[in-house]
Structure formats: structure tokens, C-alpha cells
């Protein structure tokens, strides 16, 4: 959703306390959402403020088809969940499973 500069970043953010999803405080980073959970950052002014540059540059690149974004209220909706095709990076899982099965 752009709330940070990586990955990392992100997940960082989340086990700082920065995130709700569905209007509680979730500092899971690997919670997994299904259609219709909502994030959105913590209304402090720390927070939104660390967040804005983030969402300009994700705004610039243009959002997931299956996110629906609301830059001025900082949140984020999931409308469905993502197929493989729409996943970035694409992976070959077959090489991850021939990778650690030796």
C-alpha cells in the first residue's frame, strides 16, 4: 500500500505498533488479510507523517489492482485476494522446493 520505502521497512513499521487492520492494532507483519480486511496507519502525527513521501512514490508507480488506497485518510482496503499472475516478484516455487529438498 506504499506506507514505507521496503519491505523491511514495512514489516518494521508493523511490529513498531504503527498499523490497524479493521480498526484494531496489529503488530503481526506476517498477518494474512482476506477481502474486505482494511489497514490503515495509527492516527498520530509521527506516523502519518512518516508514511506521506512513501505514498507519494507508491502513488507515482500506481497501486496493485486488488488494493484500493486512500491517500488522504491513510488507509487501505483489500478488494480480493491476489492470484499468482498478480503477485510482484514473479517466483518459480518448483526451484525453491528442489533448493531446500537436498
Known sequence: MGFASSRKAARQFVNHGHIRVN????TIPSRVLKAGDVVEVINRPAS???VKPFMD??????WA???RVDKDAVKGEVVHVPSREEIQPLVNE???VELYSK
Request: glycine content about 10%; charged content about 30%; aromatic content about 10%.
Open 94 to 96: 518448483q526451484l525453491i
Open 48 to 50: 502519518r507523517e512518516y
Open 23 to 26: 480498526g484494531r492494532k496489529s
Open 57 to 62: 512514490v507508491a502513488e507515482s508507480r500506481g
Open 65 to 67: 489492482p486488488w488494493i
